[in-house]
């Protein structure tokens, strides 16, 4: 079903949109999002390693030739350096990885050099802006004290490696290994990461701390990194159930309805609120779970069900069986979005994400079943004439849509139902890691680095 799902995503947003970033499913036109500046094309890169694994030959090819004639990077233009990086490095990494194809490495490590500039703080903490023509960078003007975040700067580390690993350079990899060192280096409240730094003092910003939105996919990598290191990088390792030991004692808590969730925490004070993007952090559990210290492995296993139960009740106590973006715990409520400007869904990925990882590690037919309900929901709900548009109100009784057509929607959303409906040995996790926009990297084994140095 994924496949055919893919395949009508895929079939709209090249009637309508082709080369441009986004579909707008409803208006049949191209939607712009500025957070890739004049780059075009990001639906093509961040679906590609979607069409390779669904076997969507004649898809992929003409992905491919886009990208070959059309991909280009000297534009004028400001972009987010962290959307850039997970979508189009991330992308165009794992195409190269998946298909083997040149072209792929040589615009992937053509588009890093690009985003260097970034990097030219009194820190080495990046920018969150580049305007990757003149290399000018400058932080999101609403962001704390001029602070760069979290979950952006916290977000470069695996493509980066991978970068440094397929051009020989070694920068890449120095300016994400120096973004570990600074944070490594700095007092942590309650050993929390707050969501905001200031590159050019070094200093923490306001001490909000979140697993969702600013911080999330920073937590993601700290483990990633050292999975995809083939278990060698350690500092990585300790940073990351380090800080988990931290979120636990101060921002996971259970309802008096037995739900555990992940709350917000600010200054000390916890706002008991969830987002739909901290439903990835059931997946994150569980994958580490392996890792933590023998007595611990049960437990954050059982984390990781917890979270995607109260996720998956997220969407159940909704009319459309799909979750709000932001869900709370008080005023008498659980799990249910009580501000309207919460109650969208733009077909986000991270609680299936979460389901794939629990099917995966656990085998428990739930996740499946609770995956089948969000297809249904997506077919009932979100599928419309032009494609697949977000919703407006997830409590409603009516559609209404957005009119956008995420890139995310192909690149996770859609392999992760593949993955879940798939048999363990595609795409296995003894050999591959998922960056956070659900593209797969290799694990970087030990013996290829010795070997290298061997042939030397
Ligand atoms: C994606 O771009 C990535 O998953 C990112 O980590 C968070 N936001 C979207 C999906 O919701």
């Not at 730094?197 to 701390?209: D, E, F, K, R, T």
């Not at 986000?348 to 297809?375: C, F, G, N, S």
């Not at 407006?392 to 929607?409: A, G, I, L, P, T």
Request: charged content about 25%.
């Amino acid at each position: 079903v994924s496949l055919q799902m893919m395949k009508y995503a895929w079939d709209n947003y090249k009637r309508y949109a082709w080369g441009l970033n986004e579909l707008k499913p409803i208006s049949k036109q191209g939607h712009s999002s500025n957070l890739f500046g004049n780059i075009q094309g990001a639906t093509i890169v961040d679906a590609l390693d979607t069409l390779y694994i669904m076997e969507m030959k004649e898809e992929f090819e003409e992905a491919k030739e886009w990208v070959e004639k059309n991909l280009d990077f000297n534009v004028n233009a400001e972009i987010s350096v962290f959307e850039v990086n997970i979508r189009f490095v991330g992308g165009l990494l794992s195409a190269y990885y998946l298909s083997g194809e040149e072209i792929f490495r040589k615009k992937a490590v053509e588009l890093g050099e690009k985003l260097l500039p970034a990097f030219n703080t009194p820190t080495g903490i990046p920018w969150a802006l580049l305007n990757i023509k003149s290399g000018i960078g400058r932080n999101w003007p609403w962001a704390s004290g001029g602070s760069s975040i979290l979950a952006e700067f916290g977000t470069l580390h695996l493509e980066f490696v991978h970068l440094s690993h397929l051009s020989g350079n070694p920068v890449f990899a120095e300016k994400v290994m120096n973004i570990r060192k600074v944070l490594s280096r700095l007092d942590k409240p309650e050993g929390l990461y707050p969501n905001y730094l200031n590159p050019s003092s070094g200093q923490w910003g306001q001490h909000h701390v979140s697993i969702g939105g600013l911080g999330d996919s920073f937590y993601e990598y700290l483990l990633k990194a050292w999975l995809m290191s083939d278990k060698t990088d350690e500092e990585g390792k300790k940073m990351y159930y380090d800080a988990v030991q931290a979120i636990e004692t101060h921002l996971i808590r259970k309802s008096s309805g037995g739900l555990t969730y992940i709350a917000e925490w600010k200054g000390g004070l916890l706002e008991h609120k969830m987002g739909h993007l901290t439903c990835f952090a059931g997946g994150m559990f569980a994958l580490g779970a392996d890792g933590a210290p023998s007595d611990k492995t049960g437990h954050h296993i059982e984390l990781g069900a917890e979270i995607a139960r109260t996720c998956h009740e997220s969407y159940d106590r909704t009319s459309m069986k799909l979750g709000p973006e932001a869900f709370r715990f008080d005023g008498g409520v659980e799990a249910i979005a009580t501000r309207q400007n919460e109650k969208y869904y733009i077909l986000r990925p991270e609680v299936i994400e979460t389901y794939m990882y629990m099917w995966r590690l656990t085998h428990d037919p739930k996740y499946r079943q609770w995956a089948w309900e969000a297809v249904e929901a997506l077919e009932k709900h979100c599928r419309v004439d032009g494609g697949y548009s977000g919703i407006r109100d997830v409590y409603s009784n009516h559609e209404s849509h957005d009119d956008v057509q995420q890139s995310f929607f192909l690149s996770e959303t859609l392999k992760y139902l593949y993955l879940l409906f798939s048999e363990d040995d595609l795409l296995p996790f003894e050999h591959w890691v998922f960056n956070t926009e659900a593209h797969p990297f290799p694990i970087l084994r030990k013996e290829d680095g010795s070997k290298e140095e061997k042939e030397k």
